[in-house]
């Protein structure tokens, strides 16, 4: 088989460079093991302010971002942060000043992926007063009957069905002088219709939609929407296999071997790996050593162990910094030689802010479209 | 009000034992322990119910003391407790004629050791190294320290002990060459305390050494710490041993989910035991020697790393700490020192502390001059009855003062699902128990101990507390939890375990922002 471009790794990093060259006509396909970081996303992507680039491109797959300068976003755990560009059900606040008059919290009954309480005390602490709600459902009974389905999935997949009644059941709840109605990000596993359905249904109350313990429901839609526009787009989304080597001589790879496909070799003109960082597998660590799997390309590591890590949890940890090393056009090496066919994007470039591409899933996104323009310009 | 017949210093297993039986023979007892129960050794160690195998050769006193005490355990303790079975292991390094020596030992002592073949030792324990050329069974076991401590301090306080938790010993009260009772700090309300009793028992581990001090009382001790690492599954059904002299990382016990690997004997300062650390080389070497028993684990997934401090009591001056006798050691400090009122219960084993708590009490009683037979030998701990976690779970926390509420519909939903653990279960330790934060459930229930480390039913368990009223703190203390977790994985977090890292890098600061 043979493509303009074969992805490795189909998260955030790798179909965005996957759209953005099927968009443009060309011949892709991505390889992907399986699960990605975006299973797990706040909803906002880390170090991006804003990107006309990205929020068009997303905008085109159904996935509407937002950003308002200066404004805040609650976090699960109460905590207020400054908000960055992020997923349309992502509640962007006033910068300063109460959040509401008061607020309704809603959960349900045996759901504990969700913290009221520690939400209620941080609004309290902002100058809004609040209670909470629960919202009994006949057809929530049938997850309770088993201790470990009260999840976020499996609700959004019970309320995706239901959501005029569920906005009739947060109506029974309200109480005088509640104009804010906080909810779990638990809606709309196919599409954002369903939590704009909630919020317009609510109106004129104000609807503010907070993040819940993993897994989330506004990543798994994301990277549902963005493959489904990817195929639309023609791309070839080869799901559940592993790239497990490449073919590099003189610095250009010619093809590379999957797990599935056996002898059978997956040919192109250029390749871009997005296969994640440590918890993707695109980077393997040992207690001697921090590798790329695929290639074996270089990556820079200290060699004393103990400089891997900070003691104390909550400071910055060096390893989340190591990453593969790739000059400015995203080109790798290895053993010191560039690979001038292979790109390298997103979290397998390690997680340090960098002042070209940031962080997290802003850094992913950049980097990803950074590869593919460069790829487009050849 | 403050008056008691006795004051046990420590809330380790042999504070709670020695608590128990003297509240058993009648005593009006009172217990104070500075932090929570089992913080110290008791809450750091193997889990091994020695069989007395190990000790058979170099010890025999010990070995028929651990001996003795397996047997009543298993008893008295039957919900702690989960009778594996033990091998030793000869493997081709080792000197196969040791084995017959240590079987002869054994048989001396009391154990019953009994040679098999190799390959029937393979059937009994898939996971052992199948190059070994002899193996022994031994009645070895694996226990639960944790939920041994908490049933013994259910008891006394059952039989009306006053249980102090969070409230640490500054001083005794002496008039004269007698000592009246203690003084103390709660560490939670900062408040200051006197407690009167006609004797006080020293069980503060390693640390009733620098607490002796202050009645200008020297006990030569020997802080002797082992480190350990826990693997992610259970690898092993069985106790494994090595077939040889005692020696460093030579025991893979599994205990729950989990199997761990150790130990290691390194005497450490003094000021090093309230926070003992793991060093990469004794990470090589209990990988390197645990592999020896069982190859699998070259392949495990490492959970933590975890270090304790043993209280052995010095004799001479070994810098190994390994031809110490475990034996447990009382003082009468009146006889000994010239200080009447007070007595020291240390050294031994978990595996013997009732034992030892026998022991203390017998002092207690002598020199209080009763004549009351101890009882712990044959009397069952609460919880012994009930045999399936939840049900044990609920007789150790719920006491006559807590009548069992109505069943809640809700109590069932999963908190943590590496160890099982439900709502209801962490809402009875909370109300029942006395936990008051998240590394108390820890204790209490084994939540956050499994293979995900905590990372996601910390959160669920904070909005437990934070429900049960215990709000205000709850956020900092899921933080002292998640810092306290990753100090016993960063030594070991290479492959999955640096995988799960990350994920909950980015889950608790970037997701929850916590
Ligand atoms: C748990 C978690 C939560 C995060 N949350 C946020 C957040 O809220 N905000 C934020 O800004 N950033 C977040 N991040 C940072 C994250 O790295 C980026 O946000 C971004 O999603 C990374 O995208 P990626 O495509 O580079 O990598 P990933 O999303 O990790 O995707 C890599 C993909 O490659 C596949 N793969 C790996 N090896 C191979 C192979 N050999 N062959 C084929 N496929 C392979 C993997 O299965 C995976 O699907 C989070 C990271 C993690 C781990
Ligand atoms: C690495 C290791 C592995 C081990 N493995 C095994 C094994 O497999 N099997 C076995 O049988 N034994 C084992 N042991 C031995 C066993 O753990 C100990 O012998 C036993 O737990 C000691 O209990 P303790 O109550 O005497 O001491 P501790 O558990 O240390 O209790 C002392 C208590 O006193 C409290 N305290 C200290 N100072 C004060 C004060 N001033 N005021 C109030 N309270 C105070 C402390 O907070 C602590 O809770 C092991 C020990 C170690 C270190």
């Known amino acids: 088989m043979r493509f303009d471009t074969i992805i490795i790794g189909g998260g955030l990093a790798g179909l965005t460079a996957g759209i953005r060259l099927q968009e443009e006509g060309r011949r892709t396909a991505i390889v992907s093991s399986g699960q990605s970081a975006l299973h797990f996303f706040s909803g906002s992507f880390e170090s991006l302010k804003d990107c006309p680039e990205a929020e068009e491109l997303f905008d085109r797959a159904g996935v509407r971002l937002h950003n308002l300068p200066g404004s805040r976003r609650l976090l699960p755990g109460g905590a207020f942060r400054e908000a960055v560009l992020s997923l349309g059900d992502v509640s962007l606040l006033p910068g300063e000043g109460p959040i509401g008059k008061k607020a309704l919290i809603v959960s349900f009954n045996g759901y504990h992926d969700f913290f009221p309480e520690l939400l209620a005390g941080a609004l309290e602490k902002d100058g809004t007063p609040s209670i909470q709600g629960i919202v009994e459902m006949e057809e929530l009974a049938a997850l309770r009957k088993s201790p470990t389905e009260m999840r976020s999935v499996n609700i959004a997949r019970v309320l995706d069905k239901c959501p005029d009644k569920f906005v ?149 940890q060096p390893y989340m910094g190591i990453g593969v090393k790739a000059d400015k056009d995203l080109h790798p090496s290895i053993g010191g030689e560039k690979v001038t066919n292979l790109y390298v994007a997103g979290a397998i470039l390690g997680a340090s802010k960098d002042g070209k591409y940031g962080t997290g899933a802003g850094k992913a996104i950049k980097s990803a479209l950074a590869a593919a323009n460069k790829i487009l310009s050849l | ?354 034992l030892m708590a026998e022991m203390a009490t017998d002092m207690v009683c002598r020199k209080l001059g009763m004549h009351v037979r101890c009882q712990t030998a044959w009397t069952p701990l609460p919880g012994a009855e009930g045999h399936s976690f939840k049900e044990t779970a609920d007789t150790i926390w719920r006491t006559p003062a807590n009548k069992p509420e109505e069943p809640d519909i809700y109590g069932d939903a999963l908190v943590c699902e590496c160890e099982n653990i439900s709502v209801g279960e962490l809402e009875a330790a909370i109300k029942h128990l006395g936990a008051g934060s998240l590394v108390d459930l820890r204790r209490r229930t084994r939540m956050g101990m499994g293979t995900c480390q905590g990372e996601l039913c910390g959160c669920r368990a904070a909005r437990i507390l934070a429900r049960e009223g215990l709000g205000d703190k709850a956020l900092s203390d899921l933080r002292s939890f998640m810092a306290e977790r990753w100090k016993g994985i960063y030594p070991i977090a290479w492959g999955d375990a640096l995988r799960e890292a990350e994920y909950t890098q980015w889950v608790y600061k970037h997701v929850l922002g916590i």
């Open chain 1, 168 to 316: 009739q059941k947060v109506k029974e709840l309200l109480a005088d002088g509640v104009d804010t109605v906080i909810l779990p990000q638990v809606f709309g596993l196919d599409g954002d219709e369903v939590p704009r359905a909630i919020s317009e249904g609510l109106a004129p109350l104000k609807v503010i939609f907070v993040g819940t313990l993993p897994p989330s429901v506004p990543g798994i839609r994301t990277q549902n929407m963005l493959r489904r526009r990817y195929e639309r787009l023609g791309g070839t989304f080869i799901i559940g296999d592993s790239v497990v080597s490449g073919a590099v001589h003189e610095g250009i790879v010619s093809s590379v071997a999957s797990h599935n496909l056996d002898t059978y070799r997956l040919f192109a003109d250029n390749f871009i790996l997005c296969s994640g960082s440590f918890f993707s597998k695109g980077l393997h660590s040992s207690p001697t050593a921090i590798e790329e799997p695929v290639f074996g390309l270089d990556v820079e590591f200290p060699e004393d162990r103990s400089l891997w890590y900070e003691a104390d949890f909550f400071e910055p």
């Open chain 2, 1 to 354: 009000m403050n008056e008691f017949d006795v004051i046990v210093i420590g809330g380790g297993i042999t504070g709670a034992g020695t608590a128990r039986d003297c509240a058993l023979r009648g005593l009006k007892v009172l217990l104070v322990e500075r932090f929570d129960m089992s913080t110290g050794a008791t809450g750091r160690n193997h889990g091994l119910l020695h069989s007395g195998a190990r000790y058979a050769v170099t010890d025999r006193e010990s070995a028929a003391e651990c001996i003795a005490e397996n047997k009543i355990l298993r008893k008295i303790a039957p919900h702690c407790i989960d009778p594996t079975g033990g091998l030793f292991l000869t493997l081709p390094d080792d000197d196969l004629n040791y084995q017959g020596t240590f079987v002869e030992a054994c048989k001396g002592a009391g154990i019953d050791a009994e040679i098999i073949d190799p390959r029937e030792a393979l059937a009994m324990e898939p996971s052992a190294n199948r190059e070994m050329i002899g193996a022994v069974k031994v009645p070895d076991a694996s226990v639960d320290p944790f939920r041994l401590c908490a049933s013994n301090l259910l008891d006394a306080k059952l039989h009306g002990a006053t249980i102090l938790l969070y409230t640490e010993v500054t001083g005794f009260i002496m008039e004269g060459s007698r000592v009246l009772g203690v003084k103390t700090l709660n560490h939670k309300t900062g408040e200051e305390g006197s407690y009167y009793a006609k004797i006080t028992v020293n069980a503060a581990g390693i640390w009733g050494m620098s607490v002796m001090e202050k009645a200008g009382i020297t006990v030569g001790m020997f802080p002797s710490k082992g480190a350990l690492l826990i693997f992610a599954h259970r690898v092993n059904r069985m106790v494994l041993n090595r077939c040889r002299k005692p020696a460093n990382a030579d025991i893979l016990v599994p205990g729950g989910t989990v199997s761990i690997i150790g130990t290691t004997s390194t005497r450490v300062p003094l000021e090093e035991c309230n926070n003992p650390q793991v060093t990469p080389d004794e990470v090589n070497l209990l990988i390197g020697e645990g592999v020896k028993l069982s190859p699998t684990l070259a392949e495990t997934r490492i959970l933590r790393a975890f270090a304790g401090v043993r209280p052995l009591v010095s004799s001479d001056n070994d810098p190994s700490g390994r031809s110490i006798s475990r034996g447990a050691v009382c003082l009468d400090h009146a006889s000994r020192d010239g200080m009447e009122g007070l007595v020291t219960i240390t050294g031994g084993k978990l595996t013997t502390y009732r």
